[in-house]
């Protein structure tokens, strides 16, 4: 399909303008809050794409914005009368990486040896 340079072209994919978007973190401390509510990009009044909230998550995992960084979920809620988007994010921890070579308490020489 042909189309002009500068002209919009539909493709069917699910997109409507939101006058407001309730962004919600679940799992994060103030900083980390802070550090994803700076890189989100969404905003209101522009066309809203509810898929965007999963792509999101995957850039944080693949840019390791957190350490030890566990299950994300994200959860969208379009409400087409109000013109309005709900999206809750959850994140939780997975875990802390084990230094090679250690076994835990004590090790080599630990006996007296």
């Known amino acids: 399909m042909y189309s002009p340079p ?3 072209v539909h ?3 699910p997109v409507a303008a ?3 978007i309730a962004l919600t973190l679940v799992g994060l401390d103030l900083e980390s809050e802070a550090e994803i509510n700076r890189i989100w ?4 009044g522009k066309p809203f794409n509810p898929d965007y909230a999963d792509l999101f998550l995957q850039r944080v995992k ?13 959860d969208t809620k379009m409400n087409e009368q109000d013109h309005t988007a ?11 990486p084990t230094p090679a070579g250690r076994r835990g308490r004590g090790g080599r020489g630990a006996r007296g040896n």
């Open 18 to 20: 939101v006058q407001a």
């Open 86 to 96: 709900d999206v809750t994010l959850t994140f939780t921890g997975g875990k802390p």
């Open 11 to 13: 493709i069917g994919l």
């Open 41 to 44: 990009t969404m905003k209101p």
């Open 62 to 74: 693949e840019d390791g914005v957190f350490d030890n960084l566990g299950k994300t979920k994200a």
């Open 6 to 8: 500068g002209e919009i």
